[in-house]
């Protein structure tokens, strides 16, 4: 059975960064796509960030040039370098991932979700 597991997240004054991490298990091959999507208070899930097998990253119109992908596909983990945070960033942060690559929106379908890590921004 697949899993995801994220970490890193917190709290952080506006301005900061923090690193998520996401970490896959039960799958012994590399997955199409890994990315992020998240849900800030009363909104609906967005996606943040997706990276292709062909390593082609995709980011949403909102954290372009503060946010980056990283993904060790090897080990089937992908990272979310997160600066210049902003209080609009403040929600949960989801891992997810497909087995099927072509993922070049940030609104692909995952086959996969982890649980989410809350990330609070302050002003």
């Known amino acids: 059975q697949v899993q995801l597991a994220e970490s890193g997240g917190g709290s952080v004054e506006a301005g900061g960064s923090l690193i998520l991490s996401c970490s896959a298990s039960?799958?012994?091959?590399?997955?199409?796509?890994m990315g992020w999507f998240r849900q800030a208070p009363g909104k609906e899930r967005e996606g943040v960030a997706v990276?292709?097998?062909?390593?082609?990253?995709t980011y949403g119109d909102s954290v372009k040039g503060r946010f980056t992908i990283a993904e060790d596909s090897a080990k089937n983990i992908i990272y979310l370098h997160m600066n210049d945070l902003k209080p609009e960033d403040t929600g949960v942060y989801y891992c997810?991932?497909?087995?099927?690559?072509?993922?070049?929106?940030?609104?692909?379908?995952?086959?996969?979700w982890g649980q989410g890590v809350l990330v609070t921004v302050s002003s």
């Open positions: 997810a991932a497909r087995q099927s690559y072509g993922c070049y929106e940030v609104s692909w379908i995952p086959d996969y």
């Open positions: 039960g799958f012994t091959s590399s997955f199409g796509c």
């Open positions: 990276e292709d097998s062909d390593a082609t990253e």
